[in-house]
Each structure stands twice: as C-alpha cells, then as structure tokens.
C-alpha cells in the first residue's frame, strides 16, 4: 500500500489513513489510557515517528530500553519521569530520553496529554522495573509520589 504524499490532521488529533491502535497489549505492562498512532514507519527512513495520546487519569508504562526516544509535546501538558527527575512539560516542549533511562508521561488533571515519540524503527523491548529498581525509585519522595505500576 502506497500513502497518500499528504495526509491532514482531523479532529481530536487523528491523521487520514492512520488507524489508532493499542499503546501495548492488556496485561503486559501496566499503563492506563494511552492510544498509539503509527505516522511514519517507512525502512528507507530507519526512524518511526508515533503520535501517543495519555488520557486525563492515564500513564504510559514506566520503563527502560536501550534505544533512545526523541519527543515533543503536541497537545496538553503534564509531568514525565526522566531517569531520578520528574519534569513538568506542555505544549511544544522538547523532551529526549537516553538509552537504559526510566521514563513515564501523565498528563496533568483533568488534561488530555499527546506527545510525537521518535524512536529507531528496529528497536528492542521494554524492560519493566523489577522489585529492587522500584525501590530505590521510590527512596526520592517526588518519584515515589509520580509513578504508577
């Protein structure tokens, strides 16, 4: 299937001929609330530029990988957990996470969070947190308060 050159964005944040799809299989990580939209997956690029969107109350999965994201703010605003900092990010913002780095995006109350995520498209699995690396997560009181497993 060819795409068409040029595809509008239409309301609520989706794009012609791109289908939303499940952020992640249910019951393989915990998130809540998070829809995943394919822009851009093309071999000759190497890169996959996807569009998540984290619904008031939701987060992404809190993990790590050893590729490295490269995201900006879309649409709404929110706090993301970046290795041992939380950071608050809105509309537009720029946020990059290395490699092997601890991540995790919730909007802000009552806020739709959307956010473009760049990534190699020949990429390796999450790791998700074991017993040891939550607790010492949870030693700094900010994170302790932010994440969700």
Not at 13 to 27: D, M, R
Not at 68 to 83: E, K, T, Y
Request: negative net charge; aromatic residues 8%.
């Amino acid at each position: 299937m060819t795409l068409k050159p040029v595809r509008r964005m239409q309301a609520n944040h989706q794009w012609e001929a791109v289908t939303p799809l499940h952020y992640k299989e249910e019951g393989s990580a915990p998130f809540k609330d998070v829809s995943r939209h394919v822009l851009f997956g093309d071999t000759h690029i190497g890169a996959e530029l996807r569009y998540f969107e984290v619904s008031a109350g939701g987060y992404t999965t809190l993990e790590r990988h050893e590729h490295a994201h490269a995201v900006l703010i879309l649409r709404g605003a929110g706090r993301v957990l970046i290795g041992d900092e939380v950071h608050e990010v809105a509309c537009n913002d720029l946020v990059s996470i290395a490699p092997m780095t601890w991540h995790q995006f919730r909007p802000a109350d009552g806020v739709v969070l959307g956010f473009l995520c760049m990534v190699n498209q020949s990429r390796d699995r999450p790791q998700l947190p074991h017993s040891s690396d939550l607790e010492r997560l949870r030693a700094t009181p900010a994170i302790s308060e932010f994440i969700r497993v």
